[in-house]
Nanobody, 123 residues
Framework: AVQLVESGGDSVQAGGSLRLSCAAS????????MAWFRQAPGEEREGVAA???????TYADSVKGRFTITKDKAKKIAFLQMNSLKPEDTAMYYC?????????????????WGQGTQVNVSS
């Protein structure tokens, strides 16, 4: 079965950095679109960043210039580098995968999900 496991979430102060990792198994990693989503309590799930082999990276306006998504194809790991963190970045962060995504930041496009890793940013 396809499995996605996130790690790297932590509690940091505003202005700090974190690097989230998503280890994938059970499918051909190179051919899949990988993405990061986040969800705060009482809020809808929000697309943060996505990487498509053909289209490259897509970012939510709220994180442009601060977050970077990359993939290590050899190790089958997707990363989310988060810099200049703000309290509003506080959320559970999920990685997701799909074979194709017309709208890369739409959670309905993704059929494989990790369990999430918590990011807390204090002021």
């Amino acid at each position: 079965a396809v499995q996605l496991v996130e790690s790297g979430g932590d509690s940091v102060q505003a202005g700090g950095s974190l690097r989230l990792s998503c280890a994938a198994s059970g499918y051909t990693f190179d051919s899949y679109v990988m993405a990061w989503f986040r969800q705060a309590p009482g809020e809808e799930r929000e697309g943060v960043a996505a990487f498509d082999n053909d289209e490259g990276a897509t970012y939510a306006d709220s994180v442009k210039g601060r977050f970077t998504i990359t993939k290590d194809k050899a190790k089958k790991i997707a990363f989310l580098q988060m810099n200049s963190l703000k309290p509003e970045d506080t959320a559970m962060y999920y990685c997701a995968a799909t074979s194709y995504a017309e709208w890369p930041l739409d959670p309905d496009e993704y059929n494989y999900w990790g369990q999430g890793t918590q990011v807390n940013v204090s002021s």
